[in-house]
């Protein structure tokens, strides 16, 4: 089975002094700021005790007041917290509409949702939730019957639905599934093996996994995966990860007894993602390097009597996707010399690089992956921001582009190369994806699973626009809205962006935009660079020092809002998640004036300290790191965190976080919101809502996802001044 590359880390400094900590209680009162929406509602916010912490970056002396905030064992620390939450549900509660809000998101979620399905052997295995459920439980089919049955529903594994199915891997024959299970949001994965058949588990427990699925071998005796050392327990959400290795597991065996197949402990840095070929001859492991796209490639004879892996690949200089094979020819997606991408074919016996072979050439639109399934390569191309799929034969020649049923985004298209189908997932800006089965020999696809709505997508539009960035580059832009909807000069507007780590912003139905253009809003997603709709030279154009151009593109997105009279600065809200928390606060602090309202999410804040906790240091390669003289200067320019005003006059802003984020540690979002409060001028609320046992977004239960959508709609109302938030 192919699996997308989960060792790709994430969607996200130097020696300090130490001042001692003043003991002042957190939840003391402050100034007070009027709510101008409601002006019986007067914000105190709490007191964020400052310490004296200064850092020492290549001879600039730069104060870190709140780091207080990054040590949950501070004096104060829980009662920080706990005020905080205190006055944004306060704040939120004086919204008229807020449980209206609630009521109807919980209606436009209430949906039946399908995960797109796996196949191995005569098992078809897919993720169904009936609506409202915390989790997806997950479902067989036992071919030829076509008659789905529960095989795990990770609902009856916590009171609060907060144990989530976070990666699956079936044995090659179906009768043996390895699931993933995460707890509270974390990173961590500890996986587990079911026997299809009785829906009994095995006694196989394997911890301490971050970023890695596991691949079988052909025998289903055994698989291969990644992991990190045990942890601290008391520090293990906050503590960096180094040094993943590759691991043998045998069934039946303790991990204790698990075999050593790969480290590098002259690489602290590097990350192993390993994928048995079809017919089971080779070990192919994808070495990563932080979130650099770029990778290396090994490779194992598991026929031969040394599995050690050998260099294939040894050299970052391009990124290999591995597709398939047919015996000793290996099929790679790559964007060497192709910066949006290509395949071709290394022959094993001849692996010096004058033999390398395109199949299938560069083209105009941005592949973003490809399989080798159905004797055919199935490829999924980007074509400004939309998917357009094309199936290709062995020999590279073009057999047909797919007519799929409008412009949206498709997710899915794993599988066998002897395999007959293939799955994929479908969906638009106003409608939840159904499953579609693709058999590659033929192009003929057809729905196997759609959901029952109780809305109507075709009463909404979307619409592609480009404009021009402060540079001249041309971006484009998708609004989306009611039909009817026109340009007025005072329409409320979203504004979403991301613009990162070669990660496109694809069409993607989520029930709170669609609650959003309900409400007669528009929802405009940027696709700015450093993304990866245009592959790589559009990802590196807002990379490290040149970062500023991804902030560019979004304040030029405003603008064209504006000028293009469909709203003025007042309504207009923005946001974004993780790098896109990043690009709100950093616009936010650059152009104040332009924006009525921010929601930055789970944002990585602090540009000079990120690689100290957990999984930030591989950002660095998309970030740069504050180490880098250079880099240090770019960073500290628009790091949102340094970068705020004391007496700025900032709009009504939300910040959000959860305590479990192992990811964007919430450090980040605490000191942000502590220096934001401490340094407003105006009369707009600044606050933050803090969720408990909650992580990154991943496996976050359907109750929460609604609570937390109807807080940020029902604060972004009253910011707007729109009915409903008065």
């Not at 180094?242 to 690489?267: A, I």
């Not at 190369?417 to 020999?441: D, N």
Request: charge should be neutral.
């Amino acid at each position: 089975m192919r699996r997308l590359a989960s060792a790709v880390l994430a969607l996200v400094a130097l020696g300090c002094s130490h001042g001692a900590p003043t003991p002042t209680p957190a939840a003391a009162t402050a100034r007070g700021v009027v709510d101008a929406g409601v002006p019986a509602t007067k914000l105190v916010y709490p007191v964020a005790r400052t310490v004296d912490v200064v850092d020492d970056y290549h001879g600039t002396r730069v104060a870190d007041p709140y780091r207080w905030l990054e040590d949950p064992t501070s004096p104060g620390y829980p009662e920080w917290i706990a005020a905080e939450n205190a006055l944004t549900e306060r704040f939120l509660s004086t919204i008229p509409d807020r449980e209206a809000l609630r009521k109807r998101l919980t209606e436009l979620w209430d949906y039946e949702r399908f995960g797109v399905p796996v196949r191995e052997g005569s098992q078809i295995f897919f993720e169904r939730n009936s609506g409202l459920q915390n989790q997806s439980v997950l479902y067989v089919i036992d071919a030829p019957r076509f008659e789905p049955r529960e095989l795990l529903d990770p609902n009856t594994l916590s009171k609060d639905g907060t144990i989530a199915l976070s990666g699956i891997a079936p044995s090659r024959d179906g009768t043996l599934l390895a699931y993933g299970l995460a707890v509270a949001g974390s990173d961590w994965k500890e996986w587990h093996v079911r026997d299809v058949r009785t829906g009994k588990d095995l006694p196989e427990r394997i911890q301490w996994v971050k970023f890695s699925d596991v691949s079988w071998t052909p025998d289903g005796k055994s698989f291969f995966y990644s992991r990190y050392d045990e942890p601290q327990a008391s520090t293990q959400l906050r503590d960096v990860n180094y040094f993943q290795k590759l691991y043998h597991h045998r069934l039946g065996t303790p991990q204790s007894e698990d075999v050593l197949v790969y480290e590098r402990r002259d690489q602290k840095e590097w990350s192993f993602d390993p994928e048995v070929s079809d017919d089971g001859r080779w070990l192919v492991v994808r070495v990563g390097q932080g979130t650099d796209r770029r990778n290396r490639v090994y490779i194992a004879d598991l026929k031969s009597k040394v599995r050690t892996p050998r260099p294939l690949i040894d050299v970052l200089e391009a990124k290999y996707a591995f597709i398939g094979s047919q015996g000793p020819v290996l099929w790679f997606l790559t964007n060497l010399d192709a910066p949006k991408g290509k395949v071709i074919a290394i022959d094993l016996r001849h692996k010096d690089r004058k033999h390398w072979k395109t199949l299938i050439p560069e083209s105009e639109d941005r592949l973003q992956s490809a399989a080798a399934v159905g004797g055919r390569f199935v490829l999924n191309y980007l074509k400004d921001a939309h998917s357009d799929i094309r199936i290709h034969r062995l020999d590279g020649s073009l057999q047909e582009a797919l007519r799929l049923p409008v412009v949206g985004n498709a997710l899915g298209l794993e599988g066998h190369l002897a395999q007959k189908e293939t799955y994929f997932s479908f969906e638009t800006f106003s409608a939840p994806p159904a499953i579609f089965r693709l058999e590659p020999a033929t192009g003929e696809f057809r729905i196997f699973r759609a959901p029952q709505l109780r809305f109507e997508p075709s009463e909404y539009e979307s619409r592609q626009v480009f404009y021009q960035s402060k540079d001249g580059t041309r971006v484009p832009m998708t609004l989306s809205f009611r039909k009817g909807t026109t340009p007025d000069g005072n329409r409320p507007v979203l504004l979403y962006g991301y613009g990162g780590f070669d990660i496109p912003l694809v069409p993607k139905f989520v029930p709170a935009w669609l609650g959003w253009m309900e409400r007669g809003g528009v929802l405009a997603t940027a696709n700015i660079r450093g993304g990866g709709e245009y592959g790589e030279a559009w990802h590196q154009a807002g990379m490290k020092l040149r970062k500023q151009n991804v902030f560019d593109d979004f304040i030029a997105a405003a603008e064209w809002l504006i000028a293009e009279k469909w709203t003025q600065p007042s309504r207009l809200a923005i946001e974004g998640g993780s790098n896109g928390g990043l690009l709100v606060g950093a616009v936010l602090n650059q152009r104040p004036d332009l924006f009525g309202c921010a929601l930055p999410l789970v944002g990585v804040m602090d540009m000079l300290r990120f690689q100290k906790f957990t999984i930030g240091w591989a950002w660095t390669s998309d970030y740069g790191s504050s180490d880098d003289p250079d880099q240090f200067r770019a960073l500290r320019a628009y790091s949102p965190l340094h970068n705020i005003k004391a007496g700025g006059i900032y709009p009504a802003t939300l910040v959000i976080t959860a305590d479990h984020d192992d990811r964007v540690v919430p450090a980040h979002s605490f000191k942000y919101a502590a220096a934001l409060q401490a340094a407003q001028g105006g009369p707009a609320p600044i606050l933050i809502r803090i969720e408990t046992r909650a992580g990154h977004g991943a496996g976050k239960p359907t109750s929460k996802k609604i609570d937390e959508a109807a807080d940020v709609l029902a604060f972004t109302l009253r910011a707007l001044d729109m009915p409903g938030g008065r």
